[in-house]
């Protein structure tokens, strides 16, 4: 008898079934079966699976038709001889060592499952799972969803190992069904004595390209949403008789994902919405305690408020205008004591209005540029996502501040009017946008000796006080908008660099530079540029580029003559764009890494061979190529 019996359901992925058997195959531990159950496949999928199991015995296959995944998981566990139990889907990955420490923990502590952190798959990179990363941020033994409620979003079933007499004791079964993994791992982490919670990864969940490729992939389908809608049901229904108190903590995340999938679901379809889907929406929304409903943003607050009242044509209304970015409601203040801020809109009731608890403050610079030997910029500030035409005695003061010490540089403090203007978005076009317009003006002289030797980061913020409101914020923008980073500016042997961080947020470097670019442009499909060595050193000068994201590293050569160096990087030749947006540091390889100032103002966007690149500064005025 195994130690560990793994099922693996699949279904149609030949291209990546032998990836996560080969992963399988490679764990420490060893003792272990693989069950794999295809669920009809129409490609050759199962011819992967006999081909690995001819090469290795742990592996079995079964056959069925294409019943779900849910009854694949079922006829898994029935073949299943372990002593514990896994599951991984087919187009997934597991880590060397996840079994081995799922397992020895529970071989330690005595609990009944124990669940571990999860990375997500995008074409060759790994990111961090946005739904497991609290849950998981620190490791817990013999703890208990109960007594850690983030464990409420941790619902899928693949990134645990589950005792096997703990499984049959409960009397776990999958709905046949999709989304049939929420009941199930609910079900079992309410129903568990003890869990450990490993904060080490245990599992690679893909995220699939081809079109219409996964369930979630297919959410708003009518009967996608209805077996998700099942399943929130069914899994409403345990906590209420289980575990009461964990109602709110699933009514909070459900209305944040779920629910807005039923509304941009329930929008689409509008009035041709089949009434039984509609219905099981409000039956969950029947349940839902006041604070859970205040716990979600007033736009989505709204919608779903809607859609509770079957009120399908101004659902999509809404959802048209919040996806537009003009659902801008307008704020007021309401309460004399204890001052409380509320969402004004016709359909929202008061009792649901209440905003205070989101209300931020987004700040964007316009222009930006060095005049008169000062650095000028104007901006705009906006309570984001809301129209603030009803503050009164308003005033918008900026300033410089040094992220290590909090040292402060006064700029400005201004009183100011409220006025709509038309914004441009990254994506294209412009939106309307309630907001206030603020300038400025930064005198170098203000950086006294002590300040200019600490070399730091100064970041640009913004506050906003109205009476009785206050909001703070850091002064970002959009990358792949104007204005121009400025070039950098030199006093007393140091160089003062603006700067526009990856996020988009503004300030000021102060730096010593080994290596300056002074030319910067786009020659073809090239990216060419030229500058100046301090130090040429004795070898030759290699350009490293350093991908962000993950580290990845390309090279190429540098010409050098003198104190002169040249580089060229065909653009075609950088490795493709990895998530949303890759973003490229450039570092000159001289036995030690410099990395180059850019002088330049020059700040190309080209397009090459249907890629789109920016050249821009770093977030310590280096040369960066971003691509999305």
């Known amino acids: 008898m195994p130690v560990l019996s793994v099922i693996v359901p699949f279904y149609n992925v030949e291209k990546y079934i032998g990836s996560c058997l080969d992963s399988l195959a490679a764990q420490k531990l060893q003792d272990l079966e693989m069950i794999c159950v295809d669920d009809g496949s129409t490609d050759a999928g199962a011819a992967v699976v006999e081909a690995r199991m001819a090469t290795d015995e742990r592996i079995s296959l079964i056959r069925q038709a294409n019943q779900g995944v849910g009854r694949a998981r079922n006829i898994g566990v029935r073949r299943a001889t372990g002593r514990y ?199 969950y929304l029947d349940g839902v305690a006041p604070e859970a409903w205040e716990s979600i943003p007033f736009a989505q607050r709204l919608q779903a408020h809607l859609l509770h009242g079957r009120r399908l044509d101004e659902l999509a209304r809404v959802f048209e205008q919040d996806r537009e970015g003009l659902l801008q409601p307008r704020i007021s203040p309401v309460g004399l004591l204890r001052k409380r801020w509320h969402g004004r809109h016709p359909a929202m009731p008061r009792h649901l209005s209440e905003v205070s608890a989101e209300l931020s403050l987004s700040a964007r610079l316009l222009e930006l540029e060095w005049r008169d030997g000062l650095l000028r910029g104007t901006g705009r500030v906006s309570v984001d996502r809301f129209d603030a035409s009803e503050l009164r005695r308003t005033s918008v003061q900026v300033w410089l501040e040094e992220r290590r010490t909090g040292d402060v540089i006064p700029l400005s403090d201004q009183p100011v009017s409220s006025t709509w203007a038309n914004v441009e978005q990254e994506e294209g076009g412009a939106v309307p946008e309630h907001g206030f317009s603020f300038e400025f003006a930064f005198d170098p002289a203000a950086l006294t000796g002590p300040r200019l030797a600490r070399r730091g980061h100064w970041n640009l913020k913004v506050r906003l006080r109205a009476h009785r409101l206050t909001l703070e914020a850091k002064v970002a923008g959009p990358r792949w908008l104007p204005p121009l980073v400025p070039a950098p500016r ?130 310590d005025g280096n040369l960066m190529l971003a691509e999305r």
């Not at 990864?201 to 995220?207: D, E, L, P």
């Not at 690149?613 to 770093?618: A, E, S, T, W």
């Open 85 to 283: 139990l896994a599951f991984v889907d087919g187009d997934d990955m597991v880590p060397p060592r996840a079994f081995q420490r799922l397992v020895s923990s529970l071989e330690a502590t005595g609990s009944d499952l124990a669940c571990g952190n999860v990375m997500r798959i995008y074409r060759n990179l790994l990111v961090p799972s946005w739904a497991h990363k609290r849950a998981f941020a620190e490791p817990l033994k013999r703890t208990h969803i109960t007594r850690h409620p983030l464990l409420i979003r941790d619902r899928m079933l693949w990134n645990k190992v589950y005792r096997r007499d703990f499984w049959d004791a409960l009397g776990l079964t999958f709905p046949e069904r999709m989304y049939e993994d929420q009941p199930v791992a609910m079900a079992a982490h309410v129903g568990a004595s003890s869990v450990d919670v490993i904060k080490g990864i245990v599992y690679h969940w893909r995220q699939r390209d081809e079109e219409g490729s996964s369930i979630t992939q297919r959410c708003l389908e009518p009967a996608n949403l209805r077996d998700r809608l099942l399943s929130v049901l069914q899994t409403a229904a345990l906590l209420d008789d289980r575990a009461p108190a964990l109602r709110p903590h699933f009514d909070r995340d459900t209305l944040d994902i779920d629910m807005t999938v039923a509304v941009a679901a329930m929008a689409g379809m509008g009035a041709a919405a089949a009434p039984d889907l509609v219905d099981l929406i409000v039956r």
């Open 490 to 619: 030199r006093t007393a042997g140091v160089w003062l660099v603006p700067v526009r961080g990856g996020g988009g947020a503004w300030g000021l470097r102060l730096r010593r530079a080994q290596a300056l670019i002074g030319e910067c442009r786009v020659d073809g499909d090239d990216l060419v540029f030229s500058g100046q060595l301090a130090d040429p050193g004795d070898g030759d000068p290699v350009l490293r580029l350093v991908r962000r994201s993950d580290g990845e590293e390309m090279y190429f050569p540098v010409t050098l003559a003198g104190h002169d160096f040249r580089a060229r990087v065909p653009l075609v030749d950088i490795d493709e764009v990895v998530g949303h947006e890759s973003r490229w540091d450039f570092v000159i390889d001289q036995g030690r890494m410099i990395r180059p100032l850019a002088r330049t103002q020059a700040r190309p966007i080209v397009t090459v061979a249907e890629r789109r690149f920016l050249v821009d500064r770093g977030d």
